[in-house]
Nanobody
Framework: VQLVESGGGLVQAGGSLRLSCTAS????????IGWFRQAPGKEREGVSC????????FYADSVKGRFTISRDNAKNAVYLQMTRLKPEDTAVYFC?????????????WGQGIQVTVAS
């Protein structure tokens, strides 16, 4: 099983980034895919999740209206479009897969990717 994140990096406040997560080794279509993040000294936070059939999306209040999650089951990929980024969005972002749905838990985790928003 692999979940591989890409697209992170350094961006100025107000800018945008698009994170990608590509999956292999499991039945991608059967899993909700989520994004978590963890900033230094802070607890891990569930950011967003999309259901296995692409019918439902969930967002943390802190990112609602700024982040958009999407998935392409044909490519075993999920994307997180992040706009109007703020310094407080700085964190390591993790892609996750959850067979039980968008419960902000996870059966599988990616290795994480750094997002840094400069003020």
């Amino acid at each position: 099983v692999q979940l591989v994140e890409s697209g992170g990096g350094l961006v100025q406040a107000g800018g945008s980034l698009r994170l990608s997560c590509t999956a292999s080794g499991f039945a991608f279509d059967d899993y909700a895919i989520g994004w978590f993040r963890q900033a230094p000294g802070k607890e891990r936070e569930g950011v967003s999740c999309i259901s296995s059939d692409d019918s439902r999306e969930f967002y943390a209040d802190s990112v609602k209206g700024r982040f958009t999650i999407s998935r392409d089951n044909a490519k075993n990929a999920v994307y997180l479009q992040m706009t109007r980024l703020k310094p407080e969005d700085t964190a390591v972002y993790f892609c996750t897969a959850d067979y039980t749905g968008c419960r902000f838990s996870a059966d599988y985790w990616g290795q994480g990717i750094q997002v840094t928003v400069a003020s």
